[in-house]
């Protein structure tokens, strides 16, 4: 799991408590500083950040990572 797939884990888990908003705060710091939302995780079925934020639902995560692919022209 790279780091970019534990911060989309971790926002998930606070953000299915009823007393706190799901965030992107954690996932976002990281593109900043050069994680890829597209690199595939060597672990479990190798499935890239921006798929398991889509996957569950961290429509956050999958805005900021539209507008880091817009960026890079992909």
Known sequence: MTLLHHAIDIE???GN??????HVDTT?????RGAD????S?????LSAEHMAFA???WPAMEL???WK???GQ
Do not use: M, N
């Open 12 to 14: 998930l888990d606070a």
């Open 42 to 46: 060597h672990q479990g079925r190798g």
């Open 17 to 22: 408590r009823p007393d706190v908003s799901l």
């Open 28 to 32: 976002a710091f990281l593109p900043a």
């Open 37 to 40: 939302p597209t690199r595939k």
């Open 65 to 67: 990572f539209g507008a």
């Open 56 to 58: 569950s639902g961290h």
């Open 70 to 72: 817009r960026e890079r």
